[in-house]
């Protein structure tokens, strides 16, 4: 949604201005300079990436669009998971959650939770290395390099369709200039052409300079910013679900776990401790057998 009204904001401001200026739209309509820039700029993606980068780009939008229910309730409501996992885990042992890791749509604790069960990320690497706890093959340190090298993998992944995406966004204003200076040779070509005519030419070279920027950054460059956005905030996710379950590890009770949890947030989505310690008491299970 924010997307479209930056997008709609650009077009005001700078088509609007133009017109409030005295300037007409009717020149700057130049289908063939779109056609260039816009076939360039596509042809250089193509050249530029292999079809793992090309496949990743296109799906990046479904796959982090999740990224942006990434708030404060989203965060209570993962860390009320947590919590309610290693209380049972406290209290039953690492066994008592394995019905539950297997089986997570089956599991009536996981289904309380129906925003955290629909977003694959998040169950993957929780369930993943809650499985690994269970199994108790890797120490405390070795489980947090694991964890690190997942986290740093799925960084570098998520960071492709970005960048290929801005590389195309700088190269706009050249691929611009390459359309304005194809015009302007066009324009030369007509030398008995009258000044009226020739001046109209050259304008309409130019605007393919003018379109190669408003494209670049105006429209592609802010859509490769927002990606990496939507990938950083997908892996604070992952690096609270790894402090809180490391701190699990090293013996602290879940309660103070989950507040490990909560310090490894960003300050706009961090929860107060008072909050956090409401929202456990909220969520605490109640006695074995109850």
Do not use: W
């Amino acid at each position: 949604m924010l997307i479209a009204i930056g997008y709609v904001v650009v077009i005001l401001c700078v088509f609007g201005g133009f017109v409030m200026a005295g300037g007409s739209l009717g020149p700057i309509y130049q289908p063939l300079e779109i056609l260039m820039i816009g076939g360039a700029g596509v042809g250089a993606f193509l050249a530029a990436n292999n079809g793992k980068a090309i496949k990743a780009t296109f799906s990046v939008f479904s796959r982090l669009r999740r990224a942006n229910r990434y708030d404060k309730a989203f965060y209570m409501e993962l860390m009320g998971l947590q919590y309610k996992l290693l209380s049972k885990i406290r209290r039953e042992g690492m066994l008592g959650i394995e019905r539950d890791i297997d089986n997570p749509d089956e599991s009536p604790l996981f289904n309380e939770y129906p925003q955290l069960l629909d977003d694959p990320m998040i169950m993957n690497f929780l369930t993943d290395y809650l499985r690994i706890m269970v199994s108790g093959s890797l120490e405390p340190m070795e489980l947090d390099e694991l964890m690190l090298h997942e986290i740093e993998a799925f960084e570098s992944e998520a960071h492709i369709p970005a960048d290929a995406i801005a590389k195309v966004g700088d190269a706009m204003p050249a691929f611009g200039i390459v359309a304005a200076v194809l015009g302007v040779v066009k324009a030369l070509t007509y030398a008995d052409a009258g000044p009226d005519e020739m001046g109209q030419m050259i304008a309409h070279a130019l605007v393919g300079t003018f379109l190669g920027i408003l494209l670049g950054y105006g429209f592609i460059n802010p859509v490769a910013s927002r990606i990496e956005r939507q990938a950083k905030e997908a892996e604070k996710m992952l690096q609270c679900m790894r402090v809180t379950l490391l701190a699990s590890l090293h013996g602290y009770a879940p309660q103070m776990a989950v507040e490990f949890g909560r310090k490894a947030l960003h300050t706009a989505e961090r929860p107060s401790f008072t909050e956090l310690e409401e929202h456990v008491r909220g969520t605490r299970p109640g006695p074995a057998g109850a």
